[in-house]
């Protein structure tokens, strides 16, 4: 903007990054990392799914996917259970801890949500995330999947 001395793509990237910090202690009181969180989000909205195309979707080698599923497996919150379509591969699904938990997920993020946009009017807070959507769209941003999980 004329008359600033910081350029819109630094105000979002400050937001952004003060937006994750505060995400990131929030979901820690439910004991989860971002990653967790989005591991788990992805299998809620496309369950059935196997490890490989989850990875795929997330622009990361399934390799590291691994150690993630593996520890939400263990807390009870995922399930692998046989590929009907190919028996080599698991199919990935939520338990019923792990929908319960989407639950506070969903409730912590729309409470995160609110805090960070709390300047805003209703209808200030419809116009900016129409337009970051149209900003995400055109940097080809995969839609609810974190950039950083593209990162070797």
Same mark, same amino acid.
Request: proline share 6%; charged share 25%; net charge positive.
């Given at each position: ?63 590291? $996917?691994?150690?993630?599923?593996? !520890?939400? =497996?263990?807390? %009870?919150? /995922?399930? @692998?259970?046989?590929? #009907?379509? &190919? +028996?080599?591969?698991?199919? $990935?699904?939520?338990?019923?801890? !792990?929908? =319960?938990?989407? %639950?506070? /997920?969903? @409730?912590?993020?729309? #409470?995160? &949500? +609110? ?38």
């Amino acid at each position: 903007m004329e008359g600033s001395p910081f350029g819109s793509a630094f105000l979002l990237a400050q937001v952004g990054a003060h937006a994750a910090m505060r995400f990131t202690e929030r979901i820690g009181e439910l004991d989860l990392t971002p990653p967790q969180v989005g591991l788990l989000r992805l299998v809620a909205s496309r369950p059935g799914q196997s490890q490989q195309a989850l990875a795929k979707q997330l622009g990361t080698p399934a390799t590291r $996917l691994v150690p993630l599923v593996d !520890g939400l =497996e263990k807390r %009870g919150l /995922i399930e @692998r259970r046989r590929n #009907a379509e &190919d +028996r080599r591969l698991y199919a $990935l699904e939520l338990s019923s801890a !792990g929908r =319960e938990l989407m %639950g506070r /997920i969903a @409730r912590t993020a729309a #409470a995160h &949500d +609110r805090t960070i946009t709390a300047a805003l009017t209703d209808d200030e807070r419809a116009t900016l995330h129409t337009l970051l959507t149209k900003i995400a769209d055109d940097q080809g941003l995969t839609p609810g999947v974190h950039p950083g999980y593209a990162r070797p």
